[in-house]
């Protein structure tokens, strides 16, 4: 008998009406998230809404738990699904959340896309990411000259250029980030990627194992 293929990730992605695939991300992520999926990871995600991604991240690592933030108040009944509340520009309580909930094989940010909060949220937890783990951040083109001010309101370094430094130099440095973690972050990346296509932009911090 033939056995039957698992659903890829744009599959279920479709099943879940999750957006992510028409920004390509989905390629990105069959690459990067293939050798794992039958392992019992950790994922946390920030930016849950009506939890459409929530439900694929359970649906695509079949031994995972997922751990879901956002600003908003959100429950799930599914028993790997966990869902908190929380600012993800608030250090304080992403610290907490860390201890709390991690260490993370996987922390996917695609929360509220500000330059700030993307940099804040990426200095506290890349602490909670495991040895060899992935910090991914969604929706780098959130940046001042795309989608309005509004993303960028202090007009600091935008999250592609930082990456994009990072690759350059080996420094990492953003305003949002205490120095320490600044360190941390040099000291602990093994690799930095940027996907883009058609103007929708993530990247990808990969934890030296
Ligand atoms: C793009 S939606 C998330 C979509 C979801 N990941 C999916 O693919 O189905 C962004 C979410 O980020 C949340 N958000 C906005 N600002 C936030 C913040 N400061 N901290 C945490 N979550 C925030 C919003 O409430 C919203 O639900």
């Known amino acids: 008998m033939m056995e039957k293929k698992p659903n890829t990730l744009h599959d279920i992605a479709t099943a879940c009406k999750v957006d992510k695939h028409k920004k390509r991300y989905l390629n990105f992520y069959e690459q990067v998230f293939s050798p794992m999926r039958f392992d019992a990871i950790k994922l946390f995600e920030i930016g849950v809404f009506k939890g459409a991604s929530m439900r694929m991240w359970v649906d695509y690592f079949p031994n995972a738990e997922v751990v879901g933030m956002d600003i908003e108040p959100f429950t799930s009944e599914h028993p790997r699904v966990t869902v908190l509340q929380g600012d993800q520009a608030d250090k304080t309580r992403l610290e907490k959340i860390g201890r709390e909930y991690g260490p993370f094989d996987v922390v996917v940010d695609d929360g509220g896309h500000t330059m700030h909060q993307q940099q804040t949220s990426l200095g506290v937890l890349f602490k909670f990411v495991k040895p060899g783990g992935l910090y991914i951040i969604e929706d780098l083109h959130t940046r001042d000259t795309f989608w309005g001010k509004h993303y960028n309101e202090t007009g600091q370094i935008t999250t592609w250029q930082m ?28 690799k930095c990627e940027r996907f883009s296509h058609r103007g929708c932009r993530l990247c990808c911090f990969r934890k030296k194992g």
């Open 163 to 190: 990456a994009a430094d990072y690759e350059k130099t080996g420094v990492l440095s953003s305003p949002s980030v205490f120095e320490r973690d600044q360190l941390f972050l040099m000291n602990h990346i093994q």
